[in-house]
C-alpha cells in the first residue's frame, strides 16, 4: 500500500482555485490507465484535475493497455527517467494462431497458423528460454525513430525499415492460465521490453504465431496495482470538492527511489551540495546513486557518491 502524506504544495486551498489557474504541485499519481486512451490524454486529464502547472508520465502504455501509469506533477518530474529504468509488471493473453500488423488486437491480419497441442509443461518450458538477457527486434508499430522519422508513422505508410535488436531481460514468466489457443501470462522485464515483441516470438517458439489480446501494467518498481487510483475516481473527488482525498492520492517523489541508500546531511554540507557543491562523506556509503536529505526530513534530491566517498548533486529538487 503506497505511503501517503499530505503534501503542503497540494493542500485544500490550491485545489479549490479555478482549473485555469496552475499551480506548483508536487508528488506522483500512480494512476490506473482506462483502456483505449494514449497516456498523454491521461496525463493531460491528471494535470487539470490537479490544477498543476508542470506533468508528465514515466514511460507509456498503448492505447490498448491498462494499468499504472505513473504521473509525475512539479519537481516529480525530475525523477521520470529513473521510473523509466525501473523493471515493469505485466499481465497479458496472448492469442495463438494468427498474428497481427501491429502485434495487438487492432492491427489487421497478418497471418495464421495451426496452433498444436499445448500442454502446461511445454509452455513453461518454452517460458524458461526466455528468462535472462534477451535480443528483441523492435515493432514497426512504436515511437522509435529511424532518419527522425517514427517507425509507426512509416508502418502505416506500409513502409517496413531494417531495425536493430535491442537487449532486454525477461526477470520473471508465469503462466497463470491456459487454454487451446490462448495463454494468460504475467511478466517482469527490464526497460524497453515490447510485450507485443514477446508474444509474438513465444508463439514463434511454440509452433505456432500470435498476438497480444489484452494487456495491463500491474507494478513499475515498488509501486503495484494495489496501489493506483482511477480517473474516475479523481474526477469525482475534485467535482465533488473532497480536495484533501486528491492531496493523500499525492506521492512523495522520495518514496519512489525507496530502494535507494540515504544520506542524511548536516545543514552546513545541505547548504553546499544546494550551491551545487561536492562535499566529502564519511559514512562508508558505496559508489552509486543516493537519496540526500537534511535533517531526516526534508529531501534535497538525488546524489552521486564517487569511489572517494565525496558526494555530488546529480538533481536536486525546489520544493
Not at 72 to 90: H, N, Q, R
Not at 162 to 190: G, Y
Not at 231 to 258: H, I, K, M, T, Y
Request: hydrophobic share 35%.
Amino acid at each position: 500500500m503506497v505511503m501517503t502524506s499530505r503534501v503542503e504544495d497540494c493542500h485544500a486551498a490550491h485545489l479549490q482555485q479555478r482549473r485555469s489557474e496552475r499551480r506548483n504541485i508536487h508528488g506522483l499519481v500512480l494512476l490506473d490507465k482506462p483502456v483505449g486512451m494514449t497516456s498523454n490524454r491521461a496525463l493531460q486529464r491528471v494535470k487539470r484535475l490537479y490544477s498543476a502547472k508542470k506533468a508528465g508520465h514515466t514511460g507509456s502504455l498503448d492505447p490498448l493497455a491498462s494499468g499504472l501509469l505513473p504521473v509525475c506533477l512539479g519537481e516529480a518530474t525530475k525523477i521520470s527517467s529513473y521510473l523509466l529504468d525501473a523493471d515493469k509488471t505485466y499481465e497479458t493473453t496472448v492469442q495463438l494462431g494468427w498474428s497481427t500488423t501491429t502485434g495487438d488486437e487492432e492491427g489487421d491480419v497478418l497471418r495464421s497458423k495451426r496452433v498444436p497441442a499445448l500442454t502446461e509443461e511445454r509452455v513453461q518450458q518454452a517460458l524458461a528460454g526466455f528468462e535472462g538477457d534477451y535480443d528483441q527486434v523492435p515493432p514497426m508499430y512504436s515511437a522509435i525513430k529511424k532518419s527522425g522519422q517514427p517507425l509507426y508513422r512509416l508502418a502505416r505508410k506500409g513502409v517496413e525499415v531494417e531495425r536493430e535488436k535491442r537487449r532486454v531481460r525477461i526477470v520473471q514468466c508465469h503462466l497463470l492460465h491456459l487454454d487451446d489457443n490462448s495463454l494468460r501470462l504475467r511478466l517482469r522485464c527490464s526497460k524497453g521490453t515490447y510485450v507485443r515483441v514477446f508474444a509474438e516470438d513465444l508463439a514463434e517458439a511454440l509452433g505456432t504465431c500470435g498476438h497480444v489480446k489484452a494487456l495491463r501494467r500491474i507494478a513499475v518498481g515498488r509501486f503495484s496495482e494495489a496501489d493506483m487510483v482511477s480517473l474516475a475516481q479523481l474526477q469525482n473527488w475534485q467535482e465533488s470538492g473532497q480536495f484533501e482525498r486528491l492531496s493523500e492520492r499525492l506521492v512523495r517523489a522520495d518514496q519512489a527511489l525507496s530502494d535507494w541508500p540515504e544520506i542524511d546531511l548536516p545543514d552546513p554540507l545541505a547548504k553546499k551540495i544546494r550551491q551545487g557543491n561536492s562535499v566529502s562523506c564519511s559514512m562508508g556509503q558505496r559508489p552509486g546513486l543516493v537519496r540526500l536529505y537534511a535533517g531526516h526530513q526534508r529531501f534535497l534530491g538525488i546524489g552521486q557518491v564517487d569511489a572517494e566517498g565525496k558526494v555530488s548533486p546529480k538533481r536536486l529538487f525546489n520544493e
